[in-house]
């Protein structure tokens, strides 16, 4: 295999889990699957379409305040992680809340996300692909939450409170916690807090974990995978192993992106990779990137017959959220001034940490990722010719995002400065 090495492609693919609505032939009701908590009332159909559109441009936002380099997060996990964050929160600190991350009002956010959740839970139901999401709550012993915000947690997000000792047990507390994520993600996040995130002033955490596996539909064949020539953004050529296949796949071509994707079996979900045309850079496609964009080429892409060649990755990322929301005008919450009465009556409550953990692999049998998002409260101390051979190669960085289908929320996304490393 031979890739041409003076290409000036920045490539950016966006690993999109699109899973087909199962209740469209009334297939989910074969299935008995389990209703989630809330996700038939009134108001939550009708704005889980307004939440996925508002999650999705968080999702690109906060991206762009993220760390250069290699890189996986759950722009969904944190989201999520913050809208149980948002049932508690008063004043200043909800309106900041709310413009951040573009929440509608409590009862319209809770219910939309009990909907999104509702659709997210039937991917697993045909078992071509693994989509778990769960929430927990992990409040200190004997320590006094409202009773309406815990009604809601259970309500809409499943999540019931497991006291813990951050008192007098901080090291009890933070492996009891750490074995959650640890089991909700299939072993892939481990010691999601590090020593030290908890403290005897700690009052609550909350925690999102999000885990998804699916095999590709067409598996690249390990025979062909070869080391191939990649460019790193200094501009250094590294020998990666680079997988291949030759398929008629969905395609299309902008002027900024060939876009390409890779379905997982049973078609519920796909890898859609975008290659910056040539003159375009990385950098230049990151700024472009909103929803609108994202649904164009989804809306463009048509099937053609193509030669995929695509290296293998791996990424893991630890993310200090709080660093990476302020530039979005979130101050109040993590200060003195946060008004998070709505959780516990004895006040004084604001969000100490806030941490990602994520981990995202493509190879040749398909996709695993996995994220957990912690925060932590504590109490104040104070397109072209389409007769034309197709070659899609993905030798430069690049962009993912994996989406949810009917939905289109974006559940993952991140970028691939070296698969080397």
């Not at 200190?140 to 813990?164: D, E, F, H, I, S």
């Not at 072993?187 to 807090?193: A, E, Q, T």
């Not at 950098?283 to 193509?306: D, F, H, I, T, Y």
């Not at 007769?387 to 996304?413: C, S």
Request: glycine share 8%; with cysteine.
């Amino acid at each position: 295999m031979t890739l041409k090495k003076n290409r000036r492609l920045a490539a950016a693919a966006l690993c999109a889990a699109l899973v087909s609505c199962a209740a469209q032939d009334g297939s989910a009701a074969k299935h008995h699957r389990p209703r989630h908590p809330g996700e038939n009332e009134n108001g939550g159909q009708t704005g889980m379409s307004a939440l996925v559109k508002a999650n999705n441009d968080f999702a690109l936002k906060l991206f762009r305040n993220l760390p250069g380099g290699n890189l996986a997060c759950s722009p969904y996990g944190v989201s999520e992680a913050f809208a149980m964050a948002y049932a508690g929160a008063q004043g200043k600190t909800a309106q900041e809340l709310a413009s951040a991350f573009g929440f509608p009002g409590h009862e319209t956010l809770h219910k939309s996300y009990a909907a999104l959740r509702g659709q997210l839970d039937k991917t697993s139901v045909g078992g071509n692909l693994t989509l778990q999401i769960a929430d927990s709550l992990w409040p200190q012993k004997n320590y006094r939450l409202v009773p309406a915000y815990v009604n809601a947690l259970k309500k809409y997000y499943g999540a019931a409170p497991t006291p813990v000792d951050y008192v007098a047990q901080t090291e009890q507390a933070r492996k009891t916690i750490n074995d959650w994520a640890d089991e909700h993600t299939a072993g892939r996040i481990k010691d999601l807090l590090p020593p030290g995130t908890l403290n005897s002033a700690t009052r609550l955490t909350l925690v999102n974990a999000v885990y998804f596996k699916g095999l590709w539909q067409a598996q690249f064949k390990k025979e062909l995978t070869q080391d191939a020539p990649f460019t790193v953004a200094g501009g250094q050529t590294l020998n990666v192993p680079t997988m291949y296949q030759k398929q008629k796949l969905r395609y299309a071509q902008d002027e900024l992106a060939q876009v390409l994707e890779l379905p997982y079996k049973g078609g519920e979900a796909s890898l859609l990779v975008a290659l910056p045309e040539k003159g375009k850079t990385l950098g230049e496609l990151e700024k472009a990137m909103n929803s609108e964009l994202l649904g164009q080429w989804q809306a463009a892409l048509k099937s053609r017959e193509v030669n995929v060649y695509l290296p293998k990755f791996k990424a893991a990322t630890f993310i200090d959220l709080i660093d990476a929301l302020k530039p979005l005008g979130l101050n109040a919450p993590f200060g003195p001034s946060a008004d998070f009465s709505a959780i516990s009556a004895e006040g004084g409550l604001f969000i100490s940490k806030a941490l990602q953990k994520a981990f995202v692999e493509v190879n040749e049998e398909g996709t695993e990722a996995a994220a957990t998002t912690a925060i932590t409260f504590s109490k104040t101390a104070m397109i072209g010719d389409a007769n034309r051979p197709v070659y899609f190669r993905a030798d430069h960085p690049f962009l993912y995002i994996l989406r949810h289908n009917p939905t289109g929320a974006i559940l993952f996304m991140g970028r691939v400065d070296d698969p080397s490393k």
